[in-house]
Nanobody, 120 residues
Framework: QVQLVESGGGLVQAGGSLRLSCVAS????????MGWYRQAPGKQRELVAV???????NYADSVKGRFTISRDNAKNTVYLQMNSLKPEDTAVYYC??????????????WGQGTQVTVSS
């Protein structure tokens, strides 16, 4: 079994910063891709940022220049540094991983989500 556990969400004023963390645990052989998605009320879940095992990253246009994704492969952890937050960044943020696990092959996994609320 593989689990992704997020932390770091909360309430912040517009212009502020938050750092999200996500730790993957379980019978992991290799983590291929890790990333962050978000879902605001009444909207579909959308990609925020992803990062490959080699460190290549991609961002949604709406967060480019404000958010930075990084990962610590030794700790099976991915981070999302969010700066210059805007009220429209308010959403539940979900950690995502494409992971090769023992007796499971390559599968996609999701965290339980962490709430980020940006007040104006």
């Amino acid at each position: 079994q593989v689990q992704l556990v997020e932390s770091g969400g909360g309430l912040v004023q517009a212009g502020g910063s938050l750092r999200l963390s996500c730790v993957a645990s379980g019978s992991i052989l290799r983590i291929v891709t890790m990333g962050w998605y978000r879902q605001a009320p009444g909207k579909q879940r959308e990609l925020v940022a992803v990062i490959s095992s080699g460190g290549n990253s991609n961002y949604a246009d709406s967060v480019k220049g404000r958010f930075t994704i990084s990962r610590d492969n030794a700790k099976n952890t991915v981070y999302l540094q969010m700066n210059s937050l805007k009220p429209e960044d308010t959403a539940v943020y979900y950690c995502y991983g494409e992971i090769i696990a023992v007796r499971a092959g390559l599968s996609s996994y999701w965290g339980q989500g962490t709430q980020v609320t940006v007040s104006s």
